[in-house]
């Protein structure tokens, strides 16, 4: 379970049903910046905590998450970005989606702890559910997926991170990436250890998993963590030009290759999706957690103060 890494985020209210979403107005549209002419593909839409750029022309859409001051992922983040997905991916116009931030410095800081401390078991598990939901429909999209990390990329943002089909990371010493659940006394779900498995290795999950690493810009790179790492103020264009060169691939070769590849992952959590749930559900009620998530949080919070 992938939590947030010493970062700093208010709390969240509790989302009541999976369907629908408070302060929410998905669909709304307005004119993209610069105005112009492109018709749809040049309308801004998304949510209060999305923001969707779509270009009709070159068939990609740009997907920005803007939940200040980290992007921790709120059960409301969390529904916001599977719908608004889901969304490009009914319009046929879109093949491509770059995922990237609209918050200064960091990409995602991962789990937003409020939603695991001192709530009750119905809420950890649509929680959960969340989670698993937005992890199944990234990495089984149709569409490609580029990561145009621009920020600080631990723990949750990293399981966006590894779902595309492509990163580009920023090369800014203090932009760390990876999974760190140990160093907060948890694991990682079975089905992210599995991804980290298939992107860097059984040898180099095995030790970065243990020890909780995040990965400096460099390093990333070198264990294949990222597949390039550019100056800041590029991985946007960089972005684009990767997705320029995956559409360049016929789209039913790429989707069946795609699936071909993933399938036996995503599979396995599909089968025991349930299980999992629970295990979370049980994990996160242990008085020993809640005792820990609950010093965590109040440091961060001395810390703010």
Not at 77 to 98: A, H, M, P, Q
Not at 164 to 175: E, F, G, I, T
Not at 274 to 283: E, H
Request: aromatic letters at 6%; hydrophobic letters at 40%.
């Amino acid at each position: 379970m992938a939590l947030a890494s010493g970062v700093r985020f208010p709390a969240r209210a509790l989302l009541r049903p999976w369907s629908l979403l408070r302060d929410t107005t998905l669909g709304r549209s307005e004119p993209a910046a610069g105005g112009g002419g492109g018709g749809d593909g040049a309308r801004l839409f998304g949510s209060q905590r999305v923001l969707v750029e779509p270009d009709a022309a070159s068939g990609v859409a740009v997907m920005k998450f803007r939940n200040p001051p980290v992007n921790s992922l709120s059960l409301e983040l969390l529904t916001e970005l599977v719908i608004s997905l889901e969304k490009v991916e009914n319009d046929k116009t879109f093949r491509g989606v770059i995922l990237t931030s609209a918050c200064p410095r960091v990409f995602s800081a991962g789990l937003d702890l409020t939603e695991l401390c001192g709530r009750n078991p119905a809420h950890y598990t649509e929680y959960w559910k969340a989670v698993q939901e937005l992890w199944l429909r990234t990495y089984l999209s149709s569409l490609v997926l580029v990561a145009a990390i621009n920020g600080a990329c631990p723990a949750g943002g990293c399981i966006i991170a590894l779902a595309c089909d492509c990163r580009v990371l920023a090369d800014n010493p203090k932009y760390h990436i990876g999974l760190n659940e140990t160093l907060l006394g948890i694991t990682t779900p079975f089905w992210l250890k599995d991804t980290y498995v298939n992107t860097i290795g059984h040898r180099a999950s095995e030790q970065a998993l243990q020890l909780g690493s995040l990965f400096p810009p460099s390093e990333a790179l070198q264990v294949g963590l990222v597949d390039q790492v550019v100056p800041e103020d590029q991985v946007l264009s960089t972005a684009l030009s990767e997705m320029a060169r995956w559409l360049a691939v016929p789209d039913h070769a790429r989707q069946l290759t795609k699936t071909m590849m993933r399938k036996a992952t995503a599979d396995r959590l599909l089968r025991q999706r349930d299980a999992d749930i629970q295990n979370f559900v049980s994990f996160i009620c242990r008085d020993s957690i809640q005792k820990s998530l609950q010093v965590y949080l109040e440091k961060l919070r001395q810390r703010k103060g």
